[in-house]
């Protein structure tokens, strides 16, 4: 397990420097965000995934199935939407026993150690990197041209009226 830098470390000074000084407990509630600002704000993520995910759905299921993937799109999407109910319903839970910082990596490490902890936090630098990548290959789709379209304009006419 890595050493945790002391209070007057460098890197310490460094964070201290560009974030600003620890908050004392008391200060905390001031810094609080209201829950539409806080929905607005922290639930960007969620959607980006949810934005793609008809699409990444179609291009895992048409080479197997063909068209007739447009027709699994609906059901495997209601399952998709009833694992997030679990895992909404679940983080409730969660975020009323663990009040700080550290997400899932806190949560497996207190229940299961730090080698489970450490497949979280791998699992978790996975997710966003999958999540980056397929956001980029969403937007590189969509300014790309129709197939059999070319990007060139029309040819000039070539007989003229006199």
């Not at 397990?1 to 000084?21: H, N, Q, S």
């Not at 200060?27 to 990444?56: N, Q």
């Not at 966003?128 to 070319?150: E, F, K, L, M, V």
């Amino acid at each position: 397990m890595a050493a945790i830098e002391p209070a007057d470390g460098f890197w310490y000074r460094v964070k201290c420097r560009v974030l600003g000084p620890p908050l004392v407990t008391g200060e905390l509630a001031k810094e609080r965000l209201s829950r539409p600002l806080a929905l607005g704000v922290l639930s960007c993520d969620g959607l980006s995934s949810a934005a793609y995910g008809t699409e990444e759905i179609l291009y895992a299921l048409l080479p197997f199935f063909g068209l007739a993937a447009f027709a699994l799109v609906l059901p495997l999407t209601l399952v998709i939407l009833f694992g997030v109910l679990l895992v909404v319903l679940s983080y409730r839970e969660v975020v009323s026993v663990y009040t700080r910082a550290g997400g899932s990596y806190v949560v497996a490490r207190e229940n299961f150690g730090p080698r489970v902890a450490q497949i979280a936090a791998v699992a978790l630098l996975h997710d966003h990197t999958a999540d980056r990548t397929a956001a980029r290959r969403s937007r590189a789709s969509s300014r790309a041209p129709a197939s059999g379209c070319t990007a060139r304009s029309a040819p000039a006419p070539t007989a003229t009226r006199r």
